[in-house]
């Protein structure tokens, strides 16, 4: 609970945090930038307004191509129609060509005669020639059809070129759709310069030009002649011829449907006419009236105050019209809309979008807020598993240590308790002048003795090791014949031995180096080793101890016969209170301190203590220590 409850709560606490960041993220961006799309929509009326009224200063009946090509080309506006007065519009306009057959039939009929039916060519191309200075077309036609058929190409090119007026850019045509038909199209040096005049022809800027109708014409005819040849390839001319032709085309048709009265000055309004969708606005300037026709790319381009405006910002933009289909802008299907506003006054219904332009912002700063608060999340949830962790082994060390406690208070009880027992017993006896003799009475004695002693041990083990544990045991170290170690410790437990049938098999090495040892502390852990040789030894006791020198170091072992240990027990039986039966039933005495306190004293003199046993035969406890130099 103490782990669960807190992540659970965590988790949750950062799902609504999470929530809150990605709404308060929002709202400010929102906030932000709908003042800045405010302004942009004033920049965008303004700019629209600023383009218009540079057309004041022209009249544009003396120039309607020059404004067609301005708003087509440059403004990327659809069309135009250009009123002088009221009435039908001045341009386009729809009247037929304006060189007009002068000449009668009569006066053509012989040039005729002589091309048609004499095939003279020769003779029909001389007779065209005296005609034109009339300005017939046709005569020109005729004199160009008969120099080609001679293949006289120069002359063709001298008769096309020698009226300059755009009224001949039909004879002009003629000349180059008769090369191309034989096919000296792109070999003729002079073709290049035909196509230019012709260019320059169309869609002229100034007062001469030809009627809308005929440059139309000539325009789509000259725009298929050159159609897969060299030329159709010159950068963006056929590009912006076709436009020019598409803006003429629309401004003829609109001729005939608006009126310009029917719009408010400056203002775009959609034209109800045609499944097209076209927009159209009427500007007045001082000499004429102008209505600029507008598809939605044109609709655009009247708003580019908007891309000029927003263009420091990280946004982008979308403009929809009012049923909700895209107008333009830029793609960003399916990102989220920051902030939106109605198009500017004078523009059509409709409204702006702004929207991040790299993906969904809000979602990308929500995610890396995100994966922030996932992190310390997860890495509060992991400090709360490892405090629980390390609580955890802290409880379970105090569960483990008051078990210890309780083992050893009921192992010291037991150990105290029965020598007592037993020397209180003797001593009733004794009292109560019980026994038979002197004899017993010695025995009983000699047992109260053994009795004293075995207590006196227990205690003497409980003192060091409290005294160890509290790191007060200071050991007196002096020099010290190893033989004399052995021989304390034989005297104090032989006794022991004695009573209880043990075979000792002493071997020491002679000549044996001194050691600087405690030697009350060393008799001490030979005690307490020989002690456990007999304890943990069947009813055959065989124990031996040896001393040797194996290379620095003075080798004290003690070897039984008894029960032996296993790899696991070794590895515990020098810890505190360590029993391999801890039961208060089991038939040795011992509190689990013996081999703890050998460890301890053994350690204190830089030595170190080697156990070789296996169960079932016999234990080797072997203490090394360093001789003395
Ligand atoms: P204890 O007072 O119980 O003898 P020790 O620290 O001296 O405590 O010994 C720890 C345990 O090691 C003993 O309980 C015993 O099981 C085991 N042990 C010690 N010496 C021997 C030995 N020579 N043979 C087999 N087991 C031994």
């Given at each position: 609970?103490?782990?669960?409850?807190?992540?659970?709560?965590?988790?949750?606490?950062?799902?609504?945090?999470?929530?809150?960041?990605?709404?308060?993220?929002?709202?400010?961006?929102?906030?932000?930038?709908?003042?800045?799309?405010k302004?942009a929509s004033a920049q965008a009326q303004h700019q629209f307004l600023v383009r218009l009224n540079?057309?004041?200063?022209?009249?544009?009946?003396?120039?309607?191509?020059?404004?067609?090509?301005?708003?087509?080309?440059?403004?990327?506006f659809?069309?135009?129609?250009?009123?002088?007065?009221?009435?039908?519009?001045?341009?386009?306009?729809?009247?037929?060509?304006?060189?007009?057959?002068?000449?009668?039939?009569?006066?053509?009929?012989?040039?005729?005669?002589?091309?048609?039916?004499?095939?003279?060519?020769?003779?029909?191309?001389?007779?065209?020639?005296?005609?034109?200075?009339?300005?017939?077309?046709?005569?020109?036609?005729?004199?160009?059809?008969?120099?080609?058929?001679?293949?006289?190409?120069?002359?063709?090119?001298?008769?096309?070129?020698?009226?300059?007026?755009?009224?001949?850019?039909?004879?002009?045509?003629?000349?180059?759709?008769?090369?191309?038909?034989?096919?000296?199209?792109?070999?003729?040096?002079?073709?290049?310069?035909?196509?230019?005049?012709?260019?320059?022809?169309?869609?002229?800027?100034?007062?001469?030009?030809?009627?809308?109708?005929?440059?139309?014409?000539?325009?789509?005819?000259?725009?298929?002649?050159?159609?897969?040849?060299?030329?159709?390839?010159?950068?963006?001319?056929?590009?912006?011829?076709?436009?020019?032709?598409?803006?003429?085309?629309?401004?003829?048709?609109?001729?005939?449907?608006?009126?310009?009265?029917?719009y408010p000055v400056d203002q775009i309004r959609r034209?109800?006419?045609?499944?097209?969708?076209?927009y159209a606005v009427r500007h007045s300037?001082?000499?004429?009236?102008i209505l600029i026709?507008m598809?939605?790319?044109g609709l655009m381009s009247a708003l580019s105050g908007y891309?000029?405006?927003?263009?420091?910002?990280?946004?982008?933009?979308?403009v929809?019209d009012v049923?909700?289909?895209?107008i333009?802008?830029?793609?960003?299907?399916?990102?989220?809309?920051?902030?939106?506003a109605p198009l500017p006054t004078g523009s059509p219904e409709g409204h702006i979008?702004?929207?991040?332009?790299?993906?969904?912002?809000?979602?990308?700063?929500?995610?890396?807020?995100?994966?922030?608060?996932?992190?310390?999340?997860?890495?509060?949830?992991?400090?709360?598993?490892?405090?629980?962790?390390?609580?955890?082994?802290?409880?379970?060390?105090?569960?483990?240590?008051?078990?210890?406690?309780?083992?050893?208070?009921?192992?010291?009880?037991?150990?105290?308790?029965?020598?007592?027992?037993?020397?209180?017993?003797?001593?009733?006896?004794?009292?109560?002048?019980?026994?038979?003799?002197?004899?017993?009475?010695?025995?009983?004695?000699?047992?109260?003795?053994?009795?004293?002693?075995?207590?006196?041990?227990?205690?003497?083990?409980?003192?060091?090791?409290?005294?160890?544990?509290?790191?007060?045991?200071?050991?007196?170290?002096?020099?010290?014949?190893?033989?004399?170690?052995?021989?304390?410790?034989?005297?104090?437990?032989?006794?022991?031995?004695?009573?209880?049938?043990?075979?000792?098999?002493?071997?020491?090495?002679?000549?044996?180096?001194?050691?600087?040892?405690?030697?009350?502390?060393?008799?001490?852990?030979?005690?307490?080793?020989?002690?456990?040789?007999?304890?943990?030894?069947?009813?055959?006791?065989?124990?031996?101890?040896?001393?040797?020198?194996?290379?620095?170091?003075?080798?004290?072992?003690?070897?039984?016969?008894?029960?032996?240990?296993?790899?696991?027990?070794?590895?515990?039986?020098?810890?505190?209170?360590?029993?391999?039966?801890?039961?208060?039933?089991?038939?040795?005495?011992?509190?689990?301190?013996?081999?703890?306190?050998?460890?301890?004293?053994?350690?204190?003199?830089?030595?170190?203590?080697?156990?070789?046993?296996?169960?079932?035969?016999?234990?080797?406890?072997?203490?090394?220590?360093?001789?003395?130099?």
């Amino acid at each position: 609970a103490a782990i669960v409850l807190p992540t659970v709560s965590l988790l949750w606490f950062m799902s609504r945090v999470v929530i809150n960041e990605r709404l308060v993220i929002r709202q400010k961006l929102a906030t932000l930038y709908e003042g800045e799309l405010k302004e942009a929509s004033a920049q965008a009326q303004h700019q629209f307004l600023v383009r218009l009224n540079a057309l004041n200063s022209t009249d544009w009946l003396q120039n309607p191509n020059g404004l067609l090509r301005r708003l087509v080309l440059e403004e990327h506006f659809q069309g135009v129609l250009i009123w002088s007065s009221d009435g039908p519009p001045a341009f386009p306009s729809a009247g037929g060509p304006s060189a007009s057959n002068v000449l009668s039939d009569e006066q053509l009929n012989a040039a005729w005669q002589l091309e048609f039916v004499e095939q003279d060519m020769e003779a029909a191309a001389e007779r065209y020639a005296q005609l034109a200075a009339s300005g017939d077309p046709r005569s020109a036609a005729g004199q160009i059809r008969c120099l080609a058929k001679l293949e006289r190409w120069d002359a063709a090119f001298a008769a096309a070129i020698a009226n300059a007026d755009p009224s001949s850019a039909s004879t002009r045509l003629l000349l180059l759709t008769q090369l191309k038909e034989a096919g000296m199209m792109e070999e003729h040096p002079l073709t290049t310069s035909l196509v230019e005049q012709l260019a320059a022809d169309l869609f002229k800027p100034g007062a001469e030009f030809l009627p809308s109708t005929q440059n139309l014409l000539v325009a789509r005819r000259f725009l298929e002649t050159l159609q897969g040849t060299e030329l159709d390839a010159v950068e963006g001319f056929s590009a912006s011829l076709k436009q020019l032709i598409a803006a003429e085309s629309l401004s003829l048709t609109a001729r005939d449907v608006v009126s310009v009265a029917d719009y408010p000055v400056d203002q775009i309004r959609r034209i109800n006419s045609g499944a097209e969708r076209l927009y159209a606005v009427r500007h007045s300037t001082p000499l004429n009236e102008i209505l600029i026709l507008m598809d939605d790319e044109g609709l655009m381009s009247a708003l580019s105050g908007y891309r000029d405006a927003l263009a420091d910002a990280e946004v982008q933009f979308r403009v929809f019209d009012v049923q909700g289909r895209l107008i333009g802008g830029d793609a960003g299907e399916g990102i989220d809309t920051i902030v939106s506003a109605p198009l500017p006054t004078g523009s059509p219904e409709g409204h702006i979008e702004l929207f991040f332009e790299n993906g969904d912002m809000f979602n990308k700063a929500a995610g890396r807020q995100i994966t922030v608060y996932i992190w310390t999340g997860a890495m509060v949830i992991l400090v709360i598993l490892l405090v629980g962790i390390f609580a955890g082994q802290a409880v379970g060390r105090q569960i483990r240590l008051n078990k210890m406690k309780n083992n050893f208070i009921a192992t010291v009880s037991h150990e105290l308790k029965t020598p007592l027992a037993s020397m209180r017993l003797l001593v009733d006896t004794l009292l109560e002048k019980r026994v038979r003799d002197e004899a017993h009475a010695e025995e009983y004695l000699n047992m109260i003795a053994r009795e004293n002693e075995r207590l006196t041990r227990v205690i003497e083990n409980f003192l060091s090791f409290s005294r160890m544990e509290r790191n007060r045991n200071a050991f007196t170290m002096l020099p010290t014949a190893p033989a004399d170690i052995v021989e304390d410790a034989v005297e104090s437990i032989c006794t022991k031995y004695k009573a209880n049938g043990c075979k000792l098999e002493m071997d020491l090495a002679h000549e044996l180096p001194e050691i600087t040892v405690d030697s009350d502390a060393l008799v001490t852990v030979l005690i307490n080793l020989l002690d456990n040789a007999c304890k943990y030894t069947g009813t055959d006791k065989q124990i031996r101890l040896s001393l040797t020198v194996e290379n620095e170091e003075v080798c004290f072992a003690v070897s039984d016969n008894g029960i032996g240990l296993t790899r696991r027990q070794i590895r515990k039986i020098f810890n505190h209170f360590y029993q391999v039966d801890s039961s208060l039933a089991r038939s040795s005495e011992g509190c689990g301190l013996g081999l703890s306190i050998v460890w301890f004293i053994v350690n204190a003199h830089k030595g170190r203590i080697d156990v070789e046993s296996r169960p079932g035969e016999g234990s080797t406890f072997s203490v090394h220590l360093p001789r003395n130099d």
